[in-house]
């Protein structure tokens, strides 16, 4: 089982940003994902990236986040600019051989971290 580990969250007032990155035990899977989840609320989908750098973006977020990914390191990075009060939540890295990747469906994800904080104030 590939294990994924998070970092960079942390608090910002609305317009900053942060860096989230994902490291993985080994890249086994072809697609791998960013979802987030705010108290009370569902994960969603946040970003995905193919192994040949195809990206697919939540609306929410088009235009301001990056998602990336450094195969040599096994890292997945989400550059995280002008941020909102809603952008708050954890945010979690996952992985898995996903068809419809694009979809940013969680259920398809197999694999995921434990997630890093991002707080966003106004």
């Known amino acids: 089982q590939v294990q994924l580990v998070e970092s960079g969250g942390g608090s910002v007032q609305s317009g900053g940003s942060l860096r989230l990155a994902c490291v993985a035990s080994?890249?086994?899977?072809?697609?791998m994902g960013w979802f987030r989840q705010a108290p009370g609320q569902e994960r969603e989908g946040v970003a995905a990236i193919a192994t040949d750098g195809s990206t697919s973006y939540a609306d929410s977020v088009k235009g301001r986040f990056t998602i990336s990914q450094d195969t040599a390191k096994r890292t997945l990075y989400l550059q995280m600019n002008s941020l909102k009060p809603e952008d708050t939540g954890m945010y979690f890295c996952?992985?898995?051989?996903?068809?419809?990747?694009?979809?940013?469906?969680?259920?398809?994800?197999?694999?995921w971290g434990r997630g890093t904080q991002v707080i966003v104030s106004s």
């Open positions: 080994e890249y086994t899977y072809s697609k």
């Open positions: 996952a992985t898995g051989n996903v068809r419809r990747w694009w979809l940013l469906r969680a259920a398809d994800f197999s694999s």
